[in-house]
């Protein structure tokens, strides 16, 4: 069964840092790109990062570009989301998962973690 | 960037309805759109891929329908497991976005 468990979620003070870890199970890692996205306090879903499958390539919403910075470690089965100068918008549930690259047509799976809540304030 | 565009926000509906739910793209994606349901306080599960494929395991009452700018997700005969809230996503350029979702609640 695919699986993804995170950690790393917690309280933080703005200007502060957190990394996020997603550990995966069940299916071959390498061969998936990964998003992470959130949702903040009674907000919609908001699509943050991706890393392609051998993580040479990664993306990122414009909200965080030049703060988050989206890896993966194939041999350790894990992807990261190192975030830097939090701010209290960044305040969200977080959550890591599957999400096709763009063009991908054929069936894929469809797995998330549980997700990790995130808290910026002083 | 590309900017998707859901309707309704919140709709209202009772078991055995058909509803739809429409997202619109601010230029052409292809098909490059998968739906999501989330309930509250669960991640996202993804119903729908590449606009009109079913998702491994997902009930046959959902479909989705469209390419280029337009998409529909349609629920066909809603159930009391239906309720929850629907967004679509794009994956056709960086950076992906969502809908802005729509909640679906009993009537």
């Known amino acids: 069964e695919e699986q993804l468990l995170e950690s790393g979620g917690g309280l933080a003070q703005p200007g502060g840092s957190l990394r996020l870890s997603c550990a995966a199970s069940g299916f071959t890692f390498l061969s998936y790109g990964m998003s992470w996205v959130r949702q903040g306090p009674g907000k919609g879903l908001e699509w943050v990062a991706h890393i392609i499958g051998s993580g040479s390539h990664a993306y990122y919403a414009d909200s965080v570009k030049g703060r988050f910075t989206i890896s993966r470690d194939n041999s350790r089965n894990t992807l990261y989301l190192q975030m830097n100068d939090l701010r209290a918008e960044d305040t969200a549930i977080y959550f890591c998962g599957h999400v096709p690259i763009p063009g991908w047509s054929i069936p894929t799976i469809d797995v998330w973690g549980q997700g990790t809540r995130v808290t910026v304030s002083s | 960037d590309i900017q998707m565009t859901q309707s309704p926000s919140s709709l209202s509906a009772s078991v055995g309805d058909r509803v739809s739910i429409t997202c619109r793209a601010s230029q052409g994606i292809g098909n490059d759109l998968g739906w999501y349901q989330q309930k509250p306080g669960k991640a996202p599960k993804r119903l729908i891929y590449?606009?009109?494929g079913l998702q491994s395991g997902v009930p046959s009452r959902f479909s989705g329908s469209g390419s280029g700018t337009e998409f529909t997700l349609t629920i066909s005969s809603l159930e009391p497991e239906d309720f929850a809230t629907y967004y679509c996503?794009?994956?056709?350029?960086?950076?992906?976005?969502f809908g802005q979702g729509t909640k679906l609640e009993i009537k």
């Open positions: 996503l794009h994956h056709n350029s960086y950076p992906y976005s």
């Open positions: 590449a606009a009109s």
